[in-house]
């Protein structure tokens, strides 16, 4: 009996190999009383969306992905083919899960309703930072889910229109020299990262903390000139040494996921002001600021609006845009003291 192997036991995961993200969520699942499994589903085909994403990612100058479609998203912007094809594999991900009752996407003009009773909610920014997609940069897929609102028979737009202090689930995936994936469900957040060969993502980067302050900030200083006082005083102050806090670098790549990313990782400052071409703000409140949001504060970093608790903000439309800024906590209320002088 001595050398027989108890089935009943697994050894620990990290003998052979790591976590999966699958096991996380499930084991997180089964510490939720009352759960179904239906946001376990959900979450294992938002993940398979991102590994076929990726994989298309990896080789888009060969399978003839580079470019754009000829089409116009609601925005006004020029959607690239990757652009494309990532929010349609979201999309269908969702469709197929049965668990998702609406769907919003910076590529739809409107929130989709997908034929099921599903009781979540994900909005998303299928593919953030696509303007480096024909250059091999680092771009990304950003997303949040929120639960349905109880006693609701249709679903409405209204449903996709809630703070940032709702969402229940955020996460954003890097396509970068490897594929990460970064999760929160309410209880912290960790970092996965996929093992090409195996098609699984395993966890990488266990409970992640954003340090209280960091030695870079990471804006578009194209802007400078358009700010107002206070945001300039503010990259003023930033590139200037300080006897207290030294100096600090400045890092920005234009996609706002491996942006956050670092400043995630590594602290520091991630900001995206009001300017005069962007009067309330360039990045979108509901698929890129507050899944984002939600994930810094998880990680014991902030978020706002400059000034404001970017997750207090009651969002007026799908596709509203604000500015943002997000980092370690130090970092960020210094920003909000230059800011609030005007
Ligand atoms: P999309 O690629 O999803 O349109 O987003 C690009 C982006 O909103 C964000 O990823 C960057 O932080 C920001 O634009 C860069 O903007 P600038 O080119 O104005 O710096």
Known sequence: ???????????????VYGTTLREHVLSGMQAAPGATGQFTSLLNHISLAIRIISSRVRSAGLAGMLGYTGKQNIQ?????????FANDVLVEALER??????????????????GSAGKYVVLFDPLDGSGNIDTNGCIGTIFAILRRQPGELL????????????????GYTIYGPSTTFVLS???????FTLDPNVGEFFLSHPNIRCPARGNTYSVN????????????????????PDPELGSHGLRYSGAFVLDAHRTL????VFAYPADAKNGKGKLRLLYE??????????????????INRMLDVQPKALHQRTSLVLGSKDDVARFAEFAKRG
């Open 1 to 15: 009996m001595d050398d027989m192997v108890d089935s009943s036991i697994f050894p620990p995961a990290s003998s």
């Open 76 to 84: 006004g912007e020029d959607v690239l083919k990757l652009d494309e």
């Open 97 to 114: 899960s049965g668990h998702c009752g609406i769907i919003g996407s910076e590529e739809l003009d409107e929130v989709r309703v997908p």
């Open 155 to 170: 679903p409405v737009v209204d449903e996709a229109l809630r703070p940032g202090r709702e969402i229940v689930c955020a």
């Open 185 to 191: 469900t309410g209880h912290g957040v960790d970092g």
């Open 221 to 240: 200083e194209g802007n400078y000139s358009t700010w107002a006082k206070g945001v300039q005083d503010w990259a003023n102050a930033m590139r200037t």
């Open 265 to 268: 990782l590594k602290g520091g």
């Open 289 to 306: 600021a507050n899944p984002m949001a939600y994930i810094l504060e998880q990680a014991g970093g902030a978020a706002t609006d400059g």
